[in-house]
């Protein structure tokens, strides 16, 4: 018997230190607290709708307004739903980085939307700078 596993694509991969086998990533993934993956994908969320809204360098090519709608709109209902759970030391930052991206998201549209109208303002309620 060999001690090479297969991996997802078909090749036998061997089990070590480089690449670790499934049942090794979930005991890892199970270690991690929930605030810390909670904050890790808000914080993704944060930069991919950043890029999108043009923030990045060389923003203009990478600008996207109906991409960063939808992030900034699935970030609102994860800071949201998860206020509670990961406490205000960490709500709060995440609040002030949804603020700043509802608020660059109005100014870099053409067309504003109405207040309470913008990307997760259902959730968080109307904006204003």
């Known amino acids: 018997m060999s001690d090479a596993t297969p991996s997802i694509n078909g090749n036998a991969e061997s089990a070590d230190q480089t690449n670790p086998g499934f049942d090794t990533m979930t005991r890892d993934i199970a270690d991690v607290p929930a605030v810390e993956v909670i904050t ?50 960490h709500a709060a930052p995440l609040r002030d980085g949804l603020k700043s991206l509802q608020l660059a998201f109005r100014e870099a549209s053409v067309v504003p939307d109405e207040p309470g109208q913008g990307p997760g303002e259902k959730f968080t309620g109307p904006v204003f700078g």
């Open 40 to 89: 890790t994908v808000a914080v993704h969320l944060m930069s991919a709708a950043a890029v999108n809204l043009g923030l990045a360098e060389e923003g203009e090519q990478h600008k996207d307004l109906d991409e960063a709608r939808k992030l900034i709109h699935a970030l609102a209902g994860l800071v949201t739903a998860s206020a509670t759970e990961v406490s205000n030391f």
